[in-house]
Every structure is written in structure tokens, then in C-alpha cells.
């Protein structure tokens, strides 16, 4: 057997072995979680301005942990996205979306969902098929699904980047750029992407009522989304003062607490079946 020495130090690779596998918020954790079914999805409605009518949802994931409790994406994502379990994660997110959107399409009730895709999801050449075939296995179209990617995980490595979102786009699923104005997207980047919609961040929404540069920056991407023939959803929108700005600006859409929080589908199905009825 290996010699252990007591005084030996912690080599690097036992460090990372200790953080990706017997972290209980590890790559193990998490693969085993979603055999588990621990994960579990968050619908947050995605809102027309002005009148508030709901346009479709954004899935947002959520993982009860057996001895942690309830874990917020941001614990446990950007290790998904460093050890590759965000591929399985991510297909699975997909399909409980898919599953939901087919339960509502029995019901008459028809919309779309947004889905969260990370940079490591577009270096796989296959990715684009495996998404369809999830979706096309629930009866549903690519086309009810947007998959929501930041600026950075869009730009970085363009090129291999680029045509996976080709391939995506090819198979009708929309895309969108989330958190706008946080990267360093060029316009003339921008206009190489194949996307149909910006979400511009919280960060500049919250603070629009009050701050006359966030406002300017949200007036310039109300511009550019009307010249790129673009979607354009304000994320973060929590007060009516907000929302006003926001219609001033003339932003179309919007997303945030005050038009209703993230929920269980359970909770979003009765209300939409009511308004088809
Ligand atoms: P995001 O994509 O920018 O999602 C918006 C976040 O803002 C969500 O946090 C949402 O609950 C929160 N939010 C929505 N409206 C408001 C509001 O009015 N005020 C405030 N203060 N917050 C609001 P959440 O659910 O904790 O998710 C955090 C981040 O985790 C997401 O940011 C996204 O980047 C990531 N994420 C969530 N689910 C997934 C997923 O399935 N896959 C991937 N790759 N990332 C995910
Ligand atoms: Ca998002
Ligand atoms: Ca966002
Ligand atoms: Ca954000």
C-alpha cells in the first residue's frame, strides 16, 4: 500500500480531490443529487410592458440537499460548470422544463420557458442534437424553449462557440443574452450572434429610477435591441417606481418580484389554466 506520513503536506490534486469529491457540495454530491431527483425547478414569469401580461418563464434550479437543506444556485453552479457536471445538470433542467411545458400544453395552456445554459455547455458539439431530442421526446417544438447564456459565456472562445449556437439556433431553440451591460460584448460581436433577445441586469434595472447613467444605459440598449431587431426583458424589476421608468424608457419586458417571485409549476399551472378557461 502508499506510505501516508503524517506530517506530509496536502498535495494540490488531494485538495481538489477533497473540494470536487468529498465536498458535500461536490461534483459526487450533486451527480448522485440528480439521480436523487434532490434538484428541483423555480418558474419565474416573464412579463409584457406596460399591463404586466406573462409571456413565459424563466426556470431557475434549486437543490435540497439530504443533510444541507435548501441550496441556492449560485453554491453550486460555478463548480457544476468547473467539474462538467452543469452537462447532465443542465439536460436535466431541460427536461423537467420540457416535462412542465407538456403537462400545460395538455391543459391548453401554451408559453415558453427560459433555460440557463453556462459556457461550458457550448464546447459540446453535441449539444444541440441532445437538446432537441429531449425536447422532440415530450411532443414539444425548440421553438418554446429560450436558452438564457451571459455575454462572456457567448464571446469567449467565439469561434467553437459560435457554431454550436448556429447549430441551437438551426434547431429553432431561441437564444438570449443574459445579464447585458455586465460583459464585454463588442456590438460587433453582438451582431455575429445568432440571439433573439438581451436581458438587461439588475444591477443597471434596480437602480434606474434613481440613477441617470444606469437609465442612459438602459435608453442606448432599448436603441440597440430596436436596431438588432432584438427581444428586451429588464430583469430584477421589483417596484412599481422601476416598472414607470422602465415604460418611459420603453423597455417591453420585464421580470422581477413585482410581477411575481420564482415558484413551483405547481403553483404557476392553476393560474394560467384560469386565464384559457
Ligand atoms: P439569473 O439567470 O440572472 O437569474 C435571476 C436571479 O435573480 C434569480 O436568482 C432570481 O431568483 C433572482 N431574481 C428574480 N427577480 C428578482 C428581483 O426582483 N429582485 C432580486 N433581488 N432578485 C430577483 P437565483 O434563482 O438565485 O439564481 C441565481 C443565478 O443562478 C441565476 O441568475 C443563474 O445565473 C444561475 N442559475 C439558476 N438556475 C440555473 C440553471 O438551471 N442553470 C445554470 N447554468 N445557471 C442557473
Ligand atoms: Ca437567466
Ligand atoms: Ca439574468
Ligand atoms: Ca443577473
Redesign the pocket.
Given at each position: 500500500g502508499t506510505l501516508t506520513k503524517p506530517w506530509r503536506m496536502t498535495s494540490l490534486n488531494e485538495l481538489l480531490d477533497r473540494i470536487v469529491h468529498k465536498n458535500p457540495l461536490g461534483a459526487d454530491a450533486m451527480a448522485r443529487g440528480i439521480e436523487n431527483d434532490e434538484f428541483f425547478l423555480h418558474l419565474q414569469p416573464k412579463v409584457a410592458l406596460p399591463g404586466g401580461r406573462i409571456t413565459g418563464f424563466e426556470a431557475l434550479v434549486r437543490w435540497e440537499h439530504p443533510q444541507l437543506g435548501l441550496q441556492s444556485p449560485v453554491n453550486f453552479i460555478p463548480l457544476a460548470e468547473q467539474t462538467g457536471v452543469i452537462e447532465p445538470l443542465t439536460r436535466w433542467v431541460l427536461g423537467r422544463a420540457a416535462d412542465t411545458l407538456a403537462d400545460w400544453k395538455r391543459e391548453g395552456v401554451e408559453t415558453r420557458i427560459a433555460v440557463n445554459v453556462s459556457a461550458r455547455n457550448l464546447m459540446s458539439l453535441t449539444v444541440a442534437d441532445e437538446f432537441a431530442q429531449i425536447v422532440k421526446a415530450r411532443g414539444l417544438e425548440c421553438s418554446s424553449f429560450i436558452l438564457e447564456l451571459t455575454e462572456t459565456a457567448a464571446v469567449t472562445n467565439l469561434v467553437d462557440a459560435l457554431d454550436i449556437l448556429v447549430r441551437l439556433r438551426l434547431k429553432d431553440f431561441a437564444l438570449s443574452i443574459?445579464?447585458f451591460g455586465?460583459g464585454y460584448s463588442s456590438l460587433a460581436q453582438l451582431q455575429r450572434l445568432p440571439f433573439s433577445e438581451l436581458?438587461i441586469?439588475?444591477?443597471f434595472v434596480s437602480v434606474s429610477a434613481t440613477s441617470t447613467e444606469a437609465a442612459n444605459t438602459i435608453r442606448a440598449t432599448v436603441e440597440l435591441a430596436r436596431r438588432l431587431q432584438l427581444d428586451l426583458v429588464a430583469?430584477?424589476v421589483e417596484t412599481e417606481t422601476v416598472e414607470r421608468t422602465l415604460i418611459d424608457l420603453g423597455v417591453p419586458h420585464a421580470q422581477g418580484y413585482r410581477y411575481g417571485r420564482p415558484e413551483p409549476a405547481e403553483v404557476w399551472g392553476p393560474r394560467l389554466r384560469q386565464r384559457v378557461e
Open positions: 443574459d445579464d455586465t436581458k441586469d439588475r444591477s430583469e430584477g
